[in-house]
């Protein structure tokens, strides 16, 4: 069974600054899809950035891009020009390609998110 | 606008009784999930269904039962077997036929605390 591991429980960034969030994951397959969600405190949950496996070049969304690093298993999150609208939890979370239609979501602990203007 | 609405938003219950979570989506989605939200525990998978009548069990199904009797529709009921009901439950869907890295469609959740 895949898993999702996040490392840091707690984060903080000043408003402007960079913050990079790490996740690595666990499997055996060599198709799959990654995805960073975010969760407000309106508890809404909101899709950030997805990756495919297969594409080497990292996907990026506005100020939001990833560094994925296949071999090491590791897609890390990195939000540029923090802004207060960004403090939130973030979770990792994984998918297999195989299933067909069983969408199945694996997702890490989270990362709580703090943004000090 | 088409949307997945969870109601209510806070649910509580007395220890030992069976409490029904509601959700109900409007975006024509094939498939729909529940899942469960503890703190510091992320989300876990309780029940998906990827048709009407069909429905499998997820990774934490023991003390849970929905049912898939129309499309738009895919109530989770909290029986008394489930020995922590007390959590944030989220509903999702997704759409038939769209590609593999789309992403779910989650509802603003449930909280449910029973005592």
């Known amino acids: 069974a895949q898993t999702v591991t996040q490392s840091q429980p707690e984060m903080s960034v000043q408003e402007a600054e960079t913050v990079t969030l790490s996740c690595t994951y666990d499997t055996s397959e060599s198709d799959y899809y990654l995805f960073w969600y975010k969760q407000p405190p309106s508890r809404q949950m909101i899709l950030v950035i997805r990756?495919?496996?297969?594409?080497?070049q990292n996907a990026t969304e506005n100020r939001f891009s990833v560094n994925f690093q296949k071999a090491a298993k590791s897609f890390s999150l990195k939000i540029s020009d923090s802004q207060l609208g960004d403090a939130a939890m973030y979770f990792c979370a994984y998918r297999s390609y195989s299933g067909g239609s069983n969408y199945k979501l694996t997702f890490g602990k989270g990362t709580l998110l703090t943004v000090n203007p | 606008d088409g949307g997945i609405t969870q109601s209510p938003k806070y649910l509580f219950r007395k220890e030992g009784q069976n409490v029904t979570l509601s959700c109900e989506q409007n975006?024509?989605?094939?498939?729909m999930y529940w899942y469960r939200q503890d703190p510091g525990q992320g989300l876990r998978l309780i029940y998906y269904s990827q048709i009407v009548n069909d429905f499998q069990k997820g990774d934490i199904a023991e003390g849970y039962s929905v049912s898939r009797e129309k499309k738009e529709s895919f109530p989770l009921t909290v029986t008394s077997a489930q020995k922590n009901p007390t959590a944030f439950y989220l509903c999702a869907s997704r759409g038939k036929g769209q590609s593999y890295n789309s992403p779910l469609h989650f509802g603003n959740g449930t909280r449910l605390t029973v005592t």
């Open positions: 975006l024509n989605h094939d498939a």
């Open positions: 990756q495919e496996a297969y594409k080497q």
